[in-house]
């Protein structure tokens, strides 16, 4: 079945440092989406990636969605201890409604 | 106040009881997911339903069933057969463009 893999599991930083997390699906994705989940609470929506090789900002956030639609990372500048938890990427399985979400990467930022 | 509400927020189950997790939305939002986390896990889809009256077996169904009786809600029942059904149980609700999520239901089985 399909398959959302994130990479890494675990990340420490320190405060001030650059984080990356890669999403890889074993099949191509309609559209992404990426969500933070604090601990303890639900994920909440980021933002979603809808063509192939696109790239979007949001502050110090940045998304990018590979061109053959597989694959996406975000990435966080000058981490910040808000920034803790854990992010996850969702694809949009092509010709269902159905989200299949990656392993998640967990995020501490060391001040 | 628009939003996605899940009750009860704890929830304590002997072993051999069927439970059902309680999900509304206001949002007016035709698709609606559950899902289930696991301890430093991610969420996996148990059901889905893209309008009322019907519904679709998501990656980890057996054991639990649902119903869309109304667009605005989408209960889900952990039954007996579910083998390990301690966990957090999310629910959401979607315009296509992204994810609502209630605060969660956590299950635990005595």
């Known amino acids: 079945g399909q398959q959302v893999m994130q990479i890494p599991q675990y990340q420490h930083v320190q405060e001030g440092e650059d984080f990356t997390t890669y999403c890889n699906s074993s099949?191509?994705?309609?559209?992404i989406q990426w969500y933070k989940q604090r601990p303890g609470g639900h994920p909440v929506f980021l933002i979603q990636l809808v063509k192939s090789g696109e790239v979007k900002k949001q502050k110090r956030l940045t998304f990018q969605f590979g061109e053959a639609k597989k694959n996406s990372s975000l990435h966080i500048t000058a981490t910040q201890t808000t920034d803790v938890g854990t992010y996850f990427c969702?694809?949009?399985?092509?010709?269902?409604?159905?989200?299949?979400f990656g392993t998640g990467t967990r995020l501490k930022v060391l001040a | 106040d628009g939003g996605i509400t899940q009750s009860p927020k704890y929830l304590f189950r002997k072993e051999g009881q069927n439970v059902t997790l309680s999900c509304e939305q206001n949002l007016n939002h035709d698709a609606m997911y559950w899902y289930r986390q696991d301890p430093g896990q991610g969420l996996r889809l148990i059901y889905y339903?893209?309008?009322?009256?019907?519904?679709q077996k998501g990656d980890i169904a057996e054991g639990y069933s649902v119903s869309r009786e109304k667009k605005e809600s989408f209960p889900l029942t952990v039954t007996s057969a579910q083998k390990n059904p301690t966990a957090f149980y999310l629910c959401?609700?979607?315009?296509?463009?992204?994810?609502?999520f209630g605060p969660g239901t956590r299950l635990t089985v005595l």
């Open positions: 959401a609700s979607t315009n296509y463009n992204e994810q609502f």
């Open positions: 339903s893209q309008i009322v009256n019907d519904f």
């Open positions: 099949t191509t994705l309609s559209n």
């Open positions: 969702a694809g949009r399985d092509s010709g269902t409604y159905k989200y299949i």
